[in-house]
């Protein structure tokens, strides 16, 4: 295995608060649902100072998938609902006075009547985003683009409508897909931020990479599974990406399992799960391809065809040869 130690290296914070952010919405009253995401923010803020603290300063902050569920720029910008708004400003006043960037998890939402033709000018669309904070302002936004059918998006919207209709009444929270492939530009190095089981997808990690991202930070909400399995299960599959693209990549994970990884597919340093954690890494910055870069799955779309053509030729041989 390739010794990184010689690389620059990128200092990263990973806050892990062990909370599942949308069991707070199932509070019985909103006073109650205010409450928790004002809790959560507190651990959140918490266990950001604690890791400013440590040495080596971080060089950014990342929370976790959806970590801060009030939609950020929604409320800053509209402002309805004056206890969502006094959360936000809490948050965004927190934010302005760090010196580092922070990479946050945000249920986000922005105005879009195109989609909607019969409403408002403040028709809402919502997306399970990442946002770049710096110094209070946002600096960039990346909103995920492979949702999980039926539980992120539901695919037979126009073909089943009375469906789709009855799992929204069932409160049932579908986002819309983002548009672009975002790369960020960090302190000293550039990243993208594939979202929960985006990091699964290689297709994904490779696209990221080939727009220019030096590092993958991911950030996972698994805390809902409430099972260690299925958060080791998840990170048994990331691990290939880092090997494949040859990048570090470091998770964020609401309950684990929050973690950096090395170029080489180690994981080098991992927080306990299901426990309150932070964690300050040290990751090499790598900016080489790989062949998995530059050609992608062409060997396993040569392989997918060759198997039933292979099979189809033995068959004839065999009966040619009776």
């Known amino acids: 295995m390739k010794d990184f130690s010689s690389y620059p290296q990128a200092q990263i914070a990973l806050i892990q608060h062990n909370t599942d952010p949308w069991e707070a919405s199932k509070a019985p009253t909103p006073a109650q649902v205010q409450d928790a995401y004002r809790k959560d923010l ?189 958060q080791y299960q998840h990170l048994a599959l990331v691990v290939f990406r880092s090997v494949e693209n040859k990048r570090s990549m470091v998770r964020s994970t609401a309950s684990g399992q929050s973690c950096a990884i090395d170029p080489n597919g180690r994981v080098t340093a991992m927080a306990q799960p299901f426990k309150e954690a932070w964690i300050n890494v040290s990751v090499p910055i790598v900016k080489e391809n790989t062949p998995y870069n530059r050609l992608g799955d062409w060997l396993a779309l040569v392989f997918t065809f060759a198997g039933p053509a292979l099979l189809i030729f033995g068959l004839i041989w065999y009966r040619i040869k009776r």
């Open 42 to 230: 507190t651990i959140l803020k918490r266990l950001s100072d604690q890791a400013l603290a440590s040495q080596p300063a971080p060089q950014m902050v990342v929370w976790s998938e959806t970590a801060f569920v009030p939609r950020i720029h929604w409320h800053y910008t509209y402002r309805r609902d004056q206890n969502f708004w006094l959360i936000t400003k809490d948050l965004l006043e927190y934010l302005a006075a760090q010196e580092v960037p922070f990479l946050i998890g945000n249920d986000d939402a922005r105005s879009e009547p195109a989609k909607n033709p019969n409403a408002d000018e403040n028709y809402r669309v919502d997306y399970n985003a990442a946002l770049l904070f710096e110094r209070g302002e946002i600096t960039g936004i990346y909103r995920k683009l492979h949702l999980v059918p039926f539980t992120e998006h539901f695919p037979y919207r126009k073909q089943l409508p009375f469906i789709y209709d009855w799992l929204v009444k069932a409160d049932t929270h579908f986002w819309e897909k983002g548009e672009e492939a975002v790369v960020f530009q960090g302190p000293g190095f550039t990243f993208s931020a594939p979202i929960c089981f985006e990091d699964t997808f290689g297709y994904l990690s490779r696209n990221f990479v080939k727009r220019g991202a030096d590092i993958l930070v991911n950030i996972s909400n698994d805390a809902w599974s409430n099972s260690l399995s299925a």
